[in-house]
């Protein structure tokens, strides 16, 4: 058993973070406070490949391994979570869906712009404003006009929307199939009929926003569906799966920024005579948070390196998404605990992070989802194992 990151994967990991604590970090609290990342910044990240950091060469991508592509997101999220969610959702679920299911043509139309940067971001569409866990309530359809389809209804929540070139909308093709009766298409942000509003109004993560999208009669040649008619929900589970590593890079990330914060502020400040760091109850809420981190760092790496074995990873996944996205809600809730009244002012960073941090239970399928994918395979085939 080899515990180590490769030579690459380690230059890798040094690379993104000294870009991240010079660019990215500095900036986390105006990009909250203003819920704007500066457009500037997504350009600086393409020469690196984190714009297209699944997307293959061949398609001016970064061609990268699952776990070098969790490194990246992890060392995003560390220096700001929104951030981290914008490049999550473009690489992980846009720029994915094509990866796995897009034609050459499709391919060669949609990804090199995507990862370059020479264009802008990409989407995934799944959630309605009816449903959202339970994915066989959507109501979007699209039909057969002569060689088009036309699609109609709307979507909610969807990230990047507002900034993509093109959003992968999932739309039912034959109602009367069930879960073989969906369909994936790449819609063009520009096509007529298709309205974003403007961004939902959230608690935080400012640095990511999310649209509902409306589609009136929105006509696209027959080119634009994605993948196989008729399985579009088996090719979303399998895109949300390889997503799933992501949120739980990305949920790393945010926990080990707010546990340096708190290191730092339990060695500054001072109460009964002694800094805090000296205090019991201040080292177990430090010892939980570094010791729960290791352990979710090591999930979403094996998960990921399953991934890369080519072996299945569904539970593995589900069980870093739940994992770590809990454990970032509770490193985060202790850092604010550690800095007292300081944690739950915006002028300090845990409290942006603690807000980022409450998402990541809740996008790309909520804890009670995680749970109830990783029962159904443990019922199948047993716990988790190292193989
Ligand atoms: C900031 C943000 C960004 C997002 N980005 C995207 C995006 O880019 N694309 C996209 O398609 N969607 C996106 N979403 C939507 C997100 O994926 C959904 O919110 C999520 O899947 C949950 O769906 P829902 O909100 O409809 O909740 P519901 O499905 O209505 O669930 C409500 C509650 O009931 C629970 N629940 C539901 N069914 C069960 C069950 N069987 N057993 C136990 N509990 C259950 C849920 O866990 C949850 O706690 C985003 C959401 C947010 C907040």
């Known amino acids: 058993m080899d515990f180590q990151l490769s030579e690459e994967q380690r230059l890798w990991r040094k690379t993104v973070h000294d870009f991240v604590k010079k660019e990215i970090k500095p900036l986390a609290q105006e990009i909250n406070e203003n819920e704007q990342i500066p457009p500037h910044l997504l350009k600086k990240m393409a020469p690196l490949g984190l714009l297209g ?19 990246a997101i992890e060392e995003i999220a560390w220096g700001d979570g929104g951030t981290a969610l914008t490049i999550e959702a473009h690489n992980e679920l846009g720029c994915a869906a094509v990866v796995y299911f897009g034609s050459e043509d499709q391919k060669k139309a949609y990804l090199p712009p995507a990862a370059t940067g020479e264009g802008n971001l990409s989407s995934l569409a799944l959630t309605e404003p009816q449903a959202g866990s339970d994915l066989r309530g959507i109501q979007t359809s699209a039909k ?64 990511t926003h999310s649209h509902e999208v409306r589609y009136e009669n929105v006509r696209l040649p027959q080119e634009s569906l994605l993948g196989k008619e008729g399985e579009g929900l088996q090719q979303t589970l399998h895109v949300l799966d390889g997503g799933r590593i992501s949120v739980g890079a990305l949920s790393v990330g945010i926990a080990q920024a707010a546990l340096e914060e708190a290191l730092a502020y339990a060695q500054e400040r001072e109460s009964f005579g002694k800094p805090l760091k000296d205090h019991q109850a201040i080292q177990w ?53 550690i800095h007292g009244s300081y944690g739950y002012s915006r002028e300090y960073p845990v409290e942006a992070m603690y807000k980022a941090a409450r998402l990541m239970t809740i996008g790309e399928g909520t804890s009670e989802i995680q749970r109830l994918v990783i029962a159904r395979r443990v019922f199948e085939d047993g716990p988790l194992q190292i193989p």
């Open 53 to 71: 950091m699944s997307v293959p060469e061949t398609y001016s991508g970064a061609e990268l391994d699952a776990i070098s592509s969790a490194i």
């Open 144 to 207: 057969k006009d002569g060689d088009d389809w036309v699609l109609q209804g709307s979507k909610a929540w969807i990230t990047n929307a507002g900034a993509a070139d093109f959003i992968v909308t999932l739309a039912k093709t034959d109602p009367d199939q069930g879960t073989r009766g969906m369909s994936m298409f790449i819609v063009p942000t520009d096509v007529k009929g298709l309205t974003i509003a403007p961004p939902e109004k959230k608690m935080g993560a400012g640095g």
């Open 285 to 337: 809420l430090v010892a939980d948070a570094a010791t729960e981190i290791h352990a979710a760092r090591l999930m979403v790496y094996y998960a990921a390196w399953l991934k890369d074995q080519g072996k299945p990873f569904t539970k593995a996944g589900a069980a870093a998404k739940l994992y770590a996205t809990e454990m970032a809600e509770r490193a985060a809730y202790s850092a604010i605990q």
